[in-house]
């Protein structure tokens, strides 16, 4: 199994650009969820889903929007970077989302906004 | 709303001795989990430990224990024997109503093990 696979790893964008991180899982997950990370922040939860067709909100969804056509694919969508979105993005995933389950993580992507 | 507070921003270690990393928490829930995840320089999350707030006994996973105060809302990270592969950043991490898919996390800590 592949896990869970974040495009791309490293991207540069310019303020107003729009663009979307790709995260994919094989694993047959229902859940899965979208975080930021940024410097002393700790990570914070953009987008979450239960399932396919299923999204909401978490902490910091402002700027970012999410959908979840099929079980394997959770993209985030930025539709106007701004400089503020400049962030390690990570994506996870579980079976269950159960807390006694294993959670899998991505390797992050690392996004500049210029 | 929950909160997650790691009070120690960066921390140091000499190989093999002891060191523990604190953590506190404020909630309304009476049914929650705790995390400790280790982030090392390869940006990777790796679950170090998790609590059941249900749970009186505190976790143990090798080299790695917890001292879960549940009154007094702490939860910190012992851990012993440390070794220069330790070195990471560890964040401590909450999760209400048993879920995995919504946690909040502390700033976190810099640990870093020297020889």
């Known amino acids: 199994n592949a896990g869970v696979t974040q495009t791309p790893k490293f991207q540069v964008l310019k303020t107003g650009q729009s663009m979307t991180l790709q995260c994919a899982q094989d694993m047959n997950h229902e859940y899965m969820s979208w975080y930021r990370q940024d410097p002393g922040m700790g990570l914070r939860l953009i987008h979450y889903s239960v399932g396919a067709g299923i999204t909401d909100q978490g902490e910091v969804p402002n700027g970012y929007n999410v959908s979840r056509s099929t079980t394997e694919d959770f993209p985030l969508r930025l539709l106007s970077a701004a400089p503020s979105q400049t962030s390690v993005y990570f994506c996870?995933?579980?079976?269950?989302?159960?807390?006694?389950?294993?959670?899998?993580f991505g390797s992050g992507t690392q996004l500049s906004v210029l | 709303a929950q909160t997650v507070t790691q009070s120690q921003p960066e921390m140091s270690v000499q190989e093999a001795e002891t060191v523990t990393l604190s953590c506190t928490y404020d909630t309304s829930e009476s049914n929650y989990y705790l995390f400790w995840y280790k982030q090392p320089p390869s940006r990777q999350m790796i679950l170090v430990i998790r609590q059941e707030a249900y749970k009186q006994q505190n976790a143990t996973e090798n080299r790695f224990s917890v001292n879960f105060q549940k009154a007094a809302k702490s939860f910190s990270l012992k851990i012993s024997d440390s070794q220069l592969g330790d070195t990471a950043m560890y964040f401590c991490a909450f999760s209400f109503g048993g879920s995995n898919y919504k946690l909040t996390f502390g700033k976190g800590t810099l640990l870093t093990v020297n020889p």
């Open positions: 996870a995933s579980s079976y269950q989302g159960l807390a006694n389950e294993k959670l899998f």
